[in-house]
């Protein structure tokens, strides 16, 4: 008798918790027989588990993202998700481990015996990047991306609330279908990208998204198990990209804010350190479009010293003396011509 049949005859005991699966968590199909399909959500599951399957025995050496799962079959990032908890209750499928999560030595022999819903050959990370603008992004991890990145667009409810402050509208629908005046919150869609670096036996994801807004109910998932996070920043948008530094700040993580210098130009990255308020060794100067650039760039994250945050919080009160940054063109123009890495 061997160790596996003596220790878990059967792979996921009903003790596993479920985990929680994010953009990045790859996944692996178990099994070859038919997923029964009682329900529609039994359908869908199985449409998400025959698309594994099959991908998986075409390219086994690159297992496929939820959100490149949610990207190929349609569905909202949430559905894709909604989906493959399904499967794993089915136990027909396995994920990979949070790498942000600590995993001791009994937990790995666990994995090895089948015993959880962890694949100990499946291993990712996310690093996070935003842009300002959100294009600068994309655009990023296209350039860093092993092959093309995938994107899906979701669509969140803009924030309101009873008092008739925020942002929301009124629909007049005289067909029935509401009184005319009522208030509903309305639909915001916006573009989520996923882009995929092998490095060995581990999958290095990059997860490109706007600049987080208030009450964003997409940021909470998104930047759950982040392990570093790039803030992508033209100079002339360097309002934006302040905005943007608090919830970064909040998640504790290693932070490289990335001066963009397209076409040439040379901003003086002392200067946008001062408005920011970032320790110019955590900026990096960089063409966004080019390969090397954008690599060197994921390179200086990486080598962050884990003790030196990039990202200090600002004194509060804020100082007089030193005013929020404000949007505007005059900051692309300073005469200084002190490059950084690139």
Same mark, same amino acid.
């Given at each position: 008798?061997?160790?596996?049949? $003596?220790?878990?005859?059967?792979?996921?005991?009903?003790?596993?918790?479920?985990?929680?699966?994010?953009?990045?968590?790859?996944?692996?199909?178990?099994?070859?027989?038919?997923?029964?399909?009682?329900?529609?959500?039994?359908?869908?599951?199985?449409?998400?588990?025959?698309?594994?399957?099959?991908?998986?025995?075409?390219?086994?050496?690159?297992?496929?993202?939820?959100?490149?799962?949610?990207?190929?079959?349609?569905?909202?990032?949430?559905?894709?998700?909604m989906a493959l908890t399904e499967l794993l209750l089915h136990r027909r499928v396995r994920v990979s481990r949070s790498c942000t999560a600590p995993r001791t030595p009994m937990a790995e022999v666990r994995d090895n015996l089948a015993a959880t819903h962890f694949d100990p050959h499946l291993r990712s990370v996310k690093i996070?990047?935003?842009?300002?603008?959100?294009?600068?992004?994309?655009?990023?991890?296209?350039?860093? $991306?092993?092959?093309?990145?995938?994107?899906?667009?979701?669509?969140?409810?803009?924030?309101?609330?009873?008092?008739?402050?925020?942002?929301?509208?009124t629909s007049k629908t005289p067909n029935g279908h509401g009184p005319e005046g009522t208030r509903r919150a309305p639909l915001r869609s916006l573009l989520v990208s996923l882009g995929t670096l092998p490095l060995g036996t581990l999958h290095l994801c990059l997860l490109a998204l706007s600049e987080p807004p208030d009450r964003d109910a997409l940021w909470p998932g998104a930047a759950r198990d982040a392990c570093g996070a790039l803030l992508i920043a033209h100079p002339d948008h360097l309002g934006a990209a302040a905005r943007a530094l608090?919830?970064?700040?909040?998640?504790?993580?290693?932070?490289?804010?990335?001066?963009?210098?397209?076409?040439?130009?040379?901003?003086?990255?002392?200067?946008?350190?001062?408005?920011?308020?970032?320790?110019?060794?955590?900026?990096?100067?960089?063409?966004?479009? $080019?390969?090397?650039?954008?690599r060197?760039?994921?390179?200086d994250l990486i080598h962050q010293a884990p003790d030196r945050p990039g990202l200090p919080h600002p004194p509060h009160p804020r100082s007089p003396q030193t005013p929020c940054p404000a949007d505007s063109g005059d900051t692309a123009a300073h005469a200084g011509t002190r490059e950084g890495r690139s």
């Amino acid at each position: 008798m061997t160790l596996r049949a $003596s220790t878990a005859p059967r792979p996921f005991t009903t003790r596993a918790p479920l985990p929680s699966v994010g953009e990045h968590t790859l996944v692996r199909a178990v099994g070859d027989g038919p997923f029964p399909a009682e329900t529609e959500l039994d359908r869908l599951a199985a449409s998400v588990w025959r698309l594994v399957h099959d991908l998986e025995r075409l390219r086994p050496h690159l297992p496929l993202t939820v959100l490149e799962i949610a990207s190929r079959t349609g569905l909202s990032r949430g559905v894709a998700v909604m989906a493959l908890t399904e499967l794993l209750l089915h136990r027909r499928v396995r994920v990979s481990r949070s790498c942000t999560a600590p995993r001791t030595p009994m937990a790995e022999v666990r994995d090895n015996l089948a015993a959880t819903h962890f694949d100990p050959h499946l291993r990712s990370v996310k690093i996070l990047v935003l842009g300002t603008p959100e294009l600068a992004a994309r655009r990023f991890v296209g350039s860093c $991306s092993f092959t093309h990145p995938v994107t899906v667009q979701e669509s969140i409810l803009e924030p309101c609330d009873l008092l008739g402050h925020g942002k929301e509208a009124t629909s007049k629908t005289p067909n029935g279908h509401g009184p005319e005046g009522t208030r509903r919150a309305p639909l915001r869609s916006l573009l989520v990208s996923l882009g995929t670096l092998p490095l060995g036996t581990l999958h290095l994801c990059l997860l490109a998204l706007s600049e987080p807004p208030d009450r964003d109910a997409l940021w909470p998932g998104a930047a759950r198990d982040a392990c570093g996070a790039l803030l992508i920043a033209h100079p002339d948008h360097l309002g934006a990209a302040a905005r943007a530094l608090p919830p970064l700040r909040d998640l504790h993580v290693p932070v490289q804010v990335v001066l963009d210098h397209p076409d040439g130009t040379a901003p003086d990255i002392s200067d946008a350190a001062r408005l920011l308020r970032v320790d110019p060794e955590h900026m990096t100067m960089a063409d966004v479009r $080019s390969v090397p650039s954008a690599r060197a760039t994921l390179r200086d994250l990486i080598h962050q010293a884990p003790d030196r945050p990039g990202l200090p919080h600002p004194p509060h009160p804020r100082s007089p003396q030193t005013p929020c940054p404000a949007d505007s063109g005059d900051t692309a123009a300073h005469a200084g011509t002190r490059e950084g890495r690139s």
